[in-house]
């Protein structure tokens, strides 16, 4: 069976339980397209810089085109090799023996082996922003159809203030927004062609690295022969903006587990994205959401190994960087894997504004209204949060409302209340008050959502 190296070796086969601990070929297939594409633009530079001729380019590139209808017809056989880039050197030299010796003329897989993964990460990377966009663009629709429901919002878990769901749903937004920025980012940086880079010091040969970048789409050439072939910066910074993706989805998907379930009840979301309970007949489980949040860890998990991995690397190639590919594809598939379910499943919420107003009716939720409201007629703050508190405290001992407050008790609090306070005690009235930009003011947030929607088009 073909490898790319044995020159110096006597020819004994490799022993079959260290070619299987050494393979890589069931984690790097994925590479396959790619490592085709790749040789394809390098065979098409020997040629341009006079080290094959026409007549050998046209045989290498037909057989690598063929190679290609191979893997894309799913009939490509690639077991038993060390890695995907000895599978497709040994199925050339079947097709086209004496012309595919000259195909890893001046490159090493070092190289071969970094730059296939930088085009499989430009790609990725393109499609999560995308992805991510997606799920935007659904949580923008729940936003928009939900404009006025009024949910109250949490601190420490505990009732604060009441806000818009549209209000909160725009935060996720802003979340995300973040995260395709990120990614946006880490993609600028890994834009770079290392062909040419050779196994550490580059090639003694003329070769054309500004050709080879151009045709394969990449912005530029590295700049340093060996950083080209060590550096796995690209790929941890692409799983770091991954992984703060993925908390952002779990932080979601936690609030949505919780406004879910019946203590809540604010809002529903499809059955079939939904179980129940083998024993239990009455449960409906968010276990899609239960599992975004769980193989969230996974991510985080991966970005940790790797960075583990890299830590005590000597310069410039070492075999333990075979491994860096199966924390970054593991986690490139589960995190499309969250964004794929996530969007339908928020397109599928719906909002019990009857519950929700249940809660809203806790009277206490609009403290920081009033205390707001006695600011404005001239009290310290300090103060006015002192006179609330025990408004509140008194309430809780006379287990009644705020409204069920007299205007002798009011004004036994302060001189400044009166009736007015009364008019404070709704999730409307709550709202509307609110005057800063960024608030859950209904303007403000109608207007969020209109400049969301010019944004995502």
């Known amino acids: 069976m073909g490898k790319l190296w044995g020159g110096r070796f006597s020819g004994q086969s490799m022993d079959p339980e260290v070619l299987e601990f050494s393979s890589s070929i069931d984690i790097d297939k994925v590479l396959a397209e790619y490592d085709c594409r790749s040789s394809g633009v390098h065979v098409e530079m020997l040629e341009k810089c006079g080290y094959i001729s026409d007549v050998e380019k046209q045989v290498l590139s037909v057989a ?18 060390e890695d995907i880039h000895s599978a497709i050197q040994d199925r050339m030299e079947k097709k086209c023996p004496d012309e595919a010796k000259k195909l890893h ?7 071969q082996v970094v730059n296939d993964v930088r085009l499989y990460a ?3 990377a393109d499609e999560a922003v995308e992805l991510i966009r997606e799920l935007q663009k659904s949580f923008l629709c729940l936003a928009d159809r939900n404009r006025d429901a009024i949910i109250p919002g ?10 818009l769901f549209s209000h909160l749903a ?11 920025g990120r990614i946006i980012d880490a993609r600028k940086r890994l834009d770079l062609s290392v062909m040419g880079s050779g196994a550490i010091a580059g090639s003694a040969l003329a070769l054309d690295r500004g050709f080879v970048s151009g045709k394969l789409g990449f912005s530029d050439i590295s700049a340093n022969s060996i950083d080209s072939v060590s550096d796995r910066d690209f790929m941890a910074e692409l799983m770091a903006a991954f992984s703060i993706l993925v908390v952002h989805l779990s932080r979601i998907s936690e609030d949505l587990i919780l406004y879910s379930i019946p203590e ?14 083998s024993l239990m007949p009455q449960k409906k489980n968010p276990d899609v959401l239960e599992l975004i949040r769980g193989r969230s860890a996974g991510i985080i998990g991966d970005l940790n190994s790797i960075l583990v991995l890299l830590k005590a690397q000597p310069h410039a190639y070492n075999r333990d960087l075979q491994e860096d590919k199966r924390f970054f594809f593991r986690s490139v598939e589960t995190v499309f894997g969250c964004l794929r379910v996530f969007a339908p499943l928020v397109l599928s919420i719906s909002v019990d504004t009857v519950a929700s107003g249940k809660a809203l009716s806790d009277e206490f939720i609009y403290a920081t209204d009033i205390a707001e409201h006695l600011v404005a007629k001239g009290a310290a703050f300090s103060e ?6 025990n408004m509140v405290g008194y309430c809780t001992k006379k287990n009644i409302n705020i409204s069920g407050l007299s205007l002798t008790e009011l004004k036994a ?7 007015s306070v009364f008019s404070l005690l709704s999730a409307g009235s709550s709202v509307s008050g609110k005057k800063t930009e960024g608030s859950t003011n209904p303007e403000m947030v109608y207007r969020q959502i209109e400049l969301w929607k010019k944004k995502v088009k």
């Open 64 to 81: 690598l085109k063929e190679i290609l209808d191979e893997i894309a017809a799913g009939c490509f056989e690639s077991g038993g090799f």
């Open 105 to 111: 003329t001046a490159r090493s897989r070092n190289e």
């Open 122 to 124: 430009k790609d990725k």
């Open 154 to 163: 949490y601190t420490h878990l505990n009732r604060a203030q009441p806000v």
């Open 170 to 180: 725009l935060a996720y937004m802003e979340m995300l927004e973040r995260d395709r």
């Open 264 to 277: 809540f009840g604010f809002i529903s979301m499809d059955e079939k994205f939904t179980t129940g309970s």
């Open 384 to 389: 006015a949060h002192r006179i609330v508190g």
């Open 413 to 419: 609090f302060s001189e400044l209340l009166d009736e």
